[in-house]
């Protein structure tokens, strides 16, 4: 197979970008399955908040800790009507309350304006013990609120969990929209609630297959032009965007490496996919697999030393790994289902989570690459791509069907919660990899 | 087989000359019965045309006209299917890819787009990929049947542009799919 590589000179395409888009976060519904939660029972004290103006009209401060943490599947917060008293620290606090209400932990604090500063204060209580865990106080702006929100949950996780949060973490989302009769595909930024969605690109071509460099400054996608499929690398602060390589054929399903020197991809040609893995520099091109089969999908393990990827060549989709330089040949590593497909491992490396039909519809599912068994997480049947946020703690997933929608899921499958999007019909969805 | 389809094809370009002189208001009969509208001269009858004003005179069979009108549907038939997960070419649609196979190479300035397509379920790339193999058989058949590869170009786009919007095994069916554009 011979195909002809030339690098293009960068692009420079300044479009103006960050538009605002409108999102209504007026109800969150979150459905917890109580049969299989394991979530640690706390309560969330509303915090005091002397401001002159909310800056929230939508949803709280408490709303928001309350929601980071219960779509975990961790924690299972208390209703709010079922509070006996409303303390804001700890000298306020009279535990038997709490005990009595059965919570493990009770988090409360205070929100106050300086000057033109705010000031938040929380206290994260272990009942049982009566004492104080971990206590904090923040000087922000008030822009910041919605970020310091995310922080104490992420505190309040840290904390009890001993393991990392992504509350502060951004996703990157693709969704079409009919405008006056003609097709657009758009691609936004938001926080990975959903929250201050920017879209940064839009198109009457589809675009696909986002990828966020390890650094969140670029994101790699392809468009499927008119002229053939193109991946192109987009800064996210300002839009420049540049076509990373010509190729003969159609260049799709980009995944950036985690040292963020290299692009995996698929490319087409005379109707045949294969994986390839391109260094960013312009330099090297490894071919990855070399057959007359579907191959695409790669995805990077944590150690960025091997691809997995989705195969047709044993008859149906199936998950195959291989080795990052090329060699040797790759091997497969998924067995039972009769459709698997997209791909993508844990952040510590030990799963992969796809989607997969077991007999019972289009899944997301949890793959133990060790011990080789499936587990499926969702409780819906025609999924389709899912994937971890940076540190593991969630799950996001489309559904597909008459009305699309996003969902974020617990990696237990407890807890489900719509992410409302902006710009039309959810297409995919690429959280960022960095761990903050 | 194919001499057969040939020698159709030519009866049809034939009829559909005739046609044009009824157009213009010869003698030549309209059909008005309408049970095989794709004809548009003396249909439905023992046809008999008006020599003088034809050129020249032509008495076509019933099992004619119904090989002409079956031609024209193969011919307006600008979709093949596919089973779920397959890119094969079936039977049915050997037939209607016989009959564009034919009429592409009497057009000899035609460049023809296959865009291949499939249902929604999965994920998009892996949907792109397999109408990437969808067009490519239709490509690998239609070369097989004698069109020059250079006039074919194929393109994928997966589950982005489906025919039918239903989320049903019908709409599946429908949108499992290669098109076939002509572009002048």
Not at chain 1, 349 to 364: E, P, V, Y
Not at chain 2, 43 to 60: H, I, N, P, R
Not at chain 2, 64 to 79: C, H, K, P, W
Request: charged share 25%.
């Amino acid at each position: 197979m011979h195909h002809r590589l030339r690098s293009l000179s960068p692009l420079l395409v300044a479009l103006g970008l960050f538009a605002q888009a409108s999102v209504s976060h007026a109800l969150i519904t979150i459905e917890i399955d109580r049969g299989t939660s394991k979530g640690i029972p706390i309560a969330i004290v509303p915090f005091s908040d002397t401001r002159a103006e909310a800056v929230f009209l939508d949803e709280s401060f408490a709303d928001i800790v309350h929601n980071d943490l219960v779509r975990t599947g961790r924690f299972l917060p208390l209703d709010r009507d079922k509070f006996l008293s409303v303390p804001h620290s700890h000298e306020q606090v009279n535990f038997a309350d709490w005990l009595l209400l059965k919570v493990d932990y009770l988090l409360i604090g205070t929100i106050e304006e300086i000057d033109d500063s705010l000031r938040v204060r929380f206290q994260l209580l272990d009942v049982l013990e009566n004492q104080q865990v971990v206590g904090r106080q923040y000087t922000i702006a008030p822009e910041q609120l919605r970020t310091t929100a995310h922080s104490v949950a992420g505190s309040v996780y840290e904390t009890v969990t001993g393991e990392r949060a992504s509350f502060n973490s951004r996703i990157a989302y693709c969704t079409s929209e009919n405008v006056d009769g003609a097709k657009y595909y758009s691609l936004t930024v938001a926080d990975y609630d959903g929250h201050s969605p920017k879209q940064i690109l839009r198109d009457v071509r589809p675009i696909l297959s986002p990828s966020w460099s390890p650094d969140s400054a670029h994101i790699a996608y392809s468009v499927l032009e008119k002229d053939g499929a193109k991946i192109y690398v987009q800064e996210v602060a300002t839009g420049v965007r540049r076509v990373v390589r010509e190729f003969e054929g159609h260049a799709r399903s980009p995944a950036w490496s985690p040292d963020g020197d290299r692009l995996a991809f698929s490319l087409s040609i005379n109707g045949n996919s294969d994986i390839y893995v391109m260094s960013l520099d312009g330099g090297e091109l490894v071919q990855i697999t070399r057959n007359l089969h579907i191959d695409t999908e790669p995805t990077w393990s944590p150690d960025g030393r091997r691809l997995a990827f989705t195969s047709g060549r044993s008859g149906r989709p199936q998950i195959y790994v291989a080795d990052a330089s090329g060699k040797p040949s790759p091997s497969r590593l998924t067995f039972e289902g009769q459709y698997n497909v997209g791909a993508s491992f844990s952040p510590d490396g030990t799963h992969l989570l796809l989607i997969s039909n077991q007999g019972a519809g289009n899944q997301a599912t949890l793959y133990d690459i060790d011990r080789n068994i499936f587990l499926t997480i969702s409780s819906t049947n025609i999924d389709e791509s899912a994937i971890f946020s940076p540190n593991g703690d969630l799950v996001m997933y489309i559904l597909e069907g008459a009305r699309r929608q996003l969902f974020i899921l617990s990696p237990d499958g407890s807890v489900r919660s719509e992410v409302p999007v902006a710009s039309g019909q959810i297409r995919e969805v690429a959280w960022e990899t960095r761990k903050l | 087989m194919r001499y057969d389809i040939f020698k159709l094809l030519v009866i049809s370009l034939f009829a559909i000359f005739l046609a044009s002189c009824a157009k213009s208001g010869s003698d030549v009969s309209e059909s008005t019965s309408d049970d095989s509208g794709a004809m548009t001269a003396g249909a439905g009858s023992a046809s008999e045309v008006d020599g003088e004003e034809a050129g020249s005179s032509s008495q076509l069979s019933q099992s004619e006209m119904d090989e002409i009108t079956r031609m024209q549907e193969l011919l307006e038939t600008r979709s093949v299917y596919f089973a779920y997960d397959d890119s094969a070419v079936t039977d049915e649609a050997k037939e209607v890819l016989s009959a564009h196979a034919q009429r592409i190479q009497t057009l000899p300035n035609t460049m023809v787009v296959l865009e291949g397509h499939a249902d929604e379920r999965g994920t998009r790339e892996y949907n792109l990929a397999l109408g990437d193999r969808r067009a490519e058989s239709v490509k690998r058949l239609l070369a097989v049947l004698g069109v020059d590869v250079s006039r074919i170009s194929t393109l994928s786009l997966g589950e982005e542009a489906p025919a039918e919007l239903g989320h049903d095994e019908e709409s599946y069916r429908l949108n499992r799919r290669v098109d076939i554009l002509y572009d002048q």
